[in-house]
């Protein structure tokens, strides 16, 4: 068995190692040189990728739960649609979730990833009050908030070692339904105007439309909201759709994306409007179809995701959309959210600021444009995601982050280096 991202690109033979006692593990980094934990794979590109591959997912207990401060321990491989399929009826839902629900604890510390409330929470790590690892030499460590460890950690992309357990806080809720508010706006100004007004909610994402152009450019729907207080919390989860096999690659082109991003705009009322959705589907939406990768075809996909800092972010998303217009190379998913203050991890993708993600196909000349918009995000003091990654340049990457030398000297000081890669760290010189 071979294992691949999300992307389903970068394609190659990896030995997989399951996780299943802590007594395995430390005898496969003893006999390996080199490996990387993976965690349910739902990262788009090689960050956890390489030859040696340790899978996590077997390893997923519950350990403990404290009703009082809604603190729960559990090994890393848990999914966090495990999470709330056994918490949400008892009233309790992640304080900070990513746009999947079947990603791990591991993957999710660290990816250090953030979701809709960013503005409001922070990012995963901020709900993390401790995690166990273990490290190259095969002894296992606790990392708490403030250890070198967890700021090395947490954002880290599995190159400090594997993580086994956690000790994350949950948040309180009365209700298995958003109060959703949906803004249709006719152009970026409009866009980022309506992002500030709503700023006071916990949850903001925009789904722009990336092929509008000249008055319309950044035009998108941009859904705002709380959880409701009604009561129900009779939850269980929903059967899925599924995509069979790879669509051909043809079927995703820049018509069907255009057609697309006209009848999802369309069919939303003009103005602003008022919902009530279940979170699945405010949280979730591609959750409810399994594989939907496979539209992309064979070939796969990459998702290109850049922040930038707040002062700069209207002018930078300016030009980037206007490249990305010209191009004519769409995307059906493309997600502007807000960002609040960055933390302290060496890592961690999040500044002040506004993120645009953007899945493209896997195709000639779309590398070319990637580097291009890398140099508008360069220019415009901005930064890629890791997690999302398979391409971006030693060069660019360094550009963005501050702390590189610092997690470099960690992870040479305390042997990390030679022994947990992935293709994404060698390509990236970490
Ligand atoms: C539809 C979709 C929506 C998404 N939305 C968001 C979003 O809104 N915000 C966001 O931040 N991310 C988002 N992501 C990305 C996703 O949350 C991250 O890539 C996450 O890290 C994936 O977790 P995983 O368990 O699948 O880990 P993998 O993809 O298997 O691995 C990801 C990284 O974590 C490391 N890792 C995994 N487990 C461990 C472990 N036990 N110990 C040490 N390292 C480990 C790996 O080495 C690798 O570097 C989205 C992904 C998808 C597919």
Same mark, same amino acid.
């Given at each position: 068995?071979?294992?691949?991202?999300?992307?389903?690109?970068?394609?190659?033979?990896?030995?997989?190692?399951?996780?299943?006692?802590e007594y395995s593990l430390k005898e496969t980094l003893k006999n390996n040189d080199e490996l990387i934990a993976f965690g349910n794979g739902r990262s788009y590109g090689d960050s956890a990728i390489n030859e040696n591959i340790v899978y996590t +997912?077997?390893?997923?207990?519950?350990?403990?739960?404290?009703?009082?401060?809604?603190?729960?321990?559990? +090994?890393?491989?848990?999914?966090?649609?495990?999470?709330?399929?056994?918490?949400?009826?008892?009233?309790?839902?992640?304080?900070?979730?990513?746009?999947?629900?079947?990603?791990?604890?591991?993957?999710?510390?660290?990816?250090?990833?953030?979701?809709?409330? *960013?503005?409001?929470?922070?990012?995963?790590?901020?709900?993390?009050?401790?995690?166990?690892?273990?490290?190259?030499?095969?002894?296992?460590?606790?990392?708490?908030?403030?250890?070198?460890?967890?700021?090395?950690?947490?954002?880290?992309?599995?190159?400090?070692?594997?993580?086994?357990?956690?000790?994350?806080?949950?948040?309180?809720?009365?209700?298995?339904?958003?109060?959703?508010?949906?803004?249709?706006?006719?152009?970026?100004?409009?866009?980022?105007?309506?992002?500030?007004?709503?700023?006071?909610?916990?949850?903001?994402?925009?789904?722009?439309?990336?092929?509008?152009?000249?008055?319309?450019?950044?035009?998108?729907?941009?859904?705002?909201?709380?959880?409701?207080?009604?009561?129900?919390?009779?939850?269980?989860?929903?059967?899925?759709?599924?995509?069979?096999?790879?669509?051909?690659?043809?079927?995703?082109?820049?018509?069907?994306?255009?057609?697309?991003?006209?009848?999802?705009?369309?069919?939303?009322?003009?103005?602003?409007?008022?919902?009530?959705? *279940?979170?699945?589907?405010?949280?979730?939406?591609?959750?409810?179809?399994?594989?939907?990768?496979?539209?992309?075809?064979?070939?796969?996909?990459?998702?290109?995701?850049?922040?930038?800092?707040?002062?700069?972010?209207?002018?930078?998303?300016?030009?980037?959309?206007?490249?990305?217009?010209?191009?004519?190379?769409?995307?059906?998913?493309?997600?502007?959210?807000?960002?609040?203050?960055?933390?302290?991890?060496?890592?961690?993708?999040?500044?002040?600021?506004?993120?645009?993600?953007?899945?493209?196909?896997?195709?000639?000349?779309?590398?070319?444009?990637?580097?291009?918009?890398?140099?508008?995000?360069?220019?415009?003091?901005? +930064?890629?995601?890791?997690?999302?990654?398979?391409?971006?340049?030693?060069?660019?990457?360094?550009?963005?982050?501050?702390?590189?030398?610092?997690?470099?000297?960690?992870?040479?000081?305390?042997?990390?280096?030679?022994?947990?890669?992935?293709?994404?760290?060698?390509?990236?010189?970490?």
């Amino acid at each position: 068995m071979s294992l691949i991202s999300w992307g389903m690109y970068p394609r190659i033979k990896n030995r997989v190692h399951k996780l299943t006692d802590e007594y395995s593990l430390k005898e496969t980094l003893k006999n390996n040189d080199e490996l990387i934990a993976f965690g349910n794979g739902r990262s788009y590109g090689d960050s956890a990728i390489n030859e040696n591959i340790v899978y996590t +997912r077997p390893y997923n207990y519950f350990l403990d739960f404290d009703e009082n401060s809604g603190i729960l321990h559990c +090994r890393a491989g848990v999914l966090l649609s495990e999470i709330l399929d056994s918490y949400v009826s008892r009233s309790w839902f992640l304080k900070v979730t990513p746009g999947t629900k079947l990603i791990t604890v591991g993957g999710a510390i660290a990816s250090d990833i953030h979701g809709k409330n *960013h503005h409001i929470e922070g990012c995963f790590s901020e709900c993390v009050q401790e995690f166990t690892i273990m490290i190259a030499d095969g002894e296992i460590k606790t990392a708490k908030k403030g250890d070198e460890l967890f700021l090395a950690t947490c954002g880290g992309m599995g190159l400090t070692g594997v993580i086994l357990t956690a000790k994350i806080a949950l948040k309180k809720i009365n209700s298995q339904f958003i109060r959703q508010t949906t803004i249709k706006t006719k152009n970026l100004q409009e866009t980022f105007a309506a992002f500030e007004e709503y700023k006071h909610l916990s949850y903001s994402v925009a789904w722009i439309d990336c092929l509008a152009k000249d008055e319309n450019l950044g035009k998108c729907l941009l859904m705002v909201g709380d959880f409701a207080d009604d009561g129900d919390l009779k939850y269980k989860a929903k059967s899925k759709l599924n995509i069979p096999f790879n669509f051909p690659s043809f079927a995703l082109n820049n018509w069907s994306v255009k057609a697309f991003n006209w009848l999802y705009y369309w069919k939303s009322p003009e103005g602003v409007s008022k919902q009530k959705v *279940h979170f699945d589907s405010f949280f979730y939406p591609l959750d409810s179809i399994r594989n939907w990768n496979r539209i992309y075809g064979k070939n796969g996909f990459t998702q290109y995701q850049f922040i930038l800092p707040k002062e700069s972010s209207f002018d930078g998303l300016e030009h980037i959309l206007q490249k990305i217009s010209q191009s004519g190379k769409g995307s059906f998913l493309a997600v502007l959210k807000l960002y609040g203050k960055g933390n302290e991890n060496y890592l961690s993708f999040p500044i002040e600021g506004y993120s645009l993600a953007l899945d493209f196909k896997i195709e000639d000349g779309l590398f070319e444009l990637l580097d291009q918009l890398d140099e508008i995000v360069v220019e415009y003091g901005g +930064r890629i995601y890791l997690t999302k990654d398979v391409r971006v340049s030693q060069e660019t990457f360094e550009k963005g982050y501050s702390k590189i030398e610092t997690f470099k000297k960690y992870r040479k000081d305390n042997n990390m280096s030679e022994k947990f890669n992935s293709l994404q760290s060698k390509r990236l010189g970490l």
